[in-house]
């Protein structure tokens, strides 16, 4: 039993041994046998050709564009960055325009003069002017990150 099984594994790796290249003689053999396989040969040459040439071509391509994807990536970099700087500033005004209407609720309690109510009211109106304005900067901000991440996904695959 060991021994057929021992028998089966070395004709096994003799047959295994065989799946290697082919040398010139075998292909020569072949072709003497089978002179009409020299079409099929000089077909897989011309293809194996076109693939090396368009893979050239692609590199060639891919290094044209990197130029191109590091300037994307630069301008997406400046975007996330002004995306962060714009996100802050709405932080903050959106917290001044809260202590604005605490003030305003307490005016009586402060005894707030006319002037000085309609000048807090003012600043609440220009405040909230202020933050619709980030709101919308912040919207179209990220709408370009968004236009941005996408170019350069395409142009790096």
């Given at each position: 039993m060991k021994l057929r099984?021992?028998?089966?594994?070395?004709?096994l790796s003799f047959g295994l041994a065989g799946c290697g290249g082919v040398d010139e003689k075998a292909l020569e053999g072949v072709l003497e046998?089978?002179?009409s396989f020299r079409r099929i040969l000089d077909a897989k040459k011309r293809i194996d050709d076109?693939?090396?040439?368009l893979?050239?071509?692609?590199?060639?391509v891919k290094e044209a564009?990197?130029?191109k994807i590091d300037a994307l990536k630069a301008r997406l970099d400046e975007a996330q960055s002004e995306y962060k700087i714009k996100t802050l500033e709405l932080k903050e005004s959106l917290?001044?325009?809260?202590?604005?209407?605490k003030l305003l609720l307490k005016k009586k309690d402060l005894s707030l003069s006319g002037d000085?109510?309609?000048?807090?009211?003012?600043r609440e109106a220009n405040l909230e002017k202020k933050i619709d304005n980030i709101k919308y900067d912040l919207t179209e901000l990220r709408k370009r990150l968004q236009l941005l991440k996408t170019e350069i996904k395409i142009l790096e695959n």
């Open positions: 099984r021992i028998l089966f594994i070395i004709a046998k089978d002179p076109r693939v090396a040439i893979n050239k071509e692609i590199k060639s564009l990197q130029p917290s001044r325009l809260k202590n604005i209407k000085e109510i309609s000048i807090w009211k003012k």
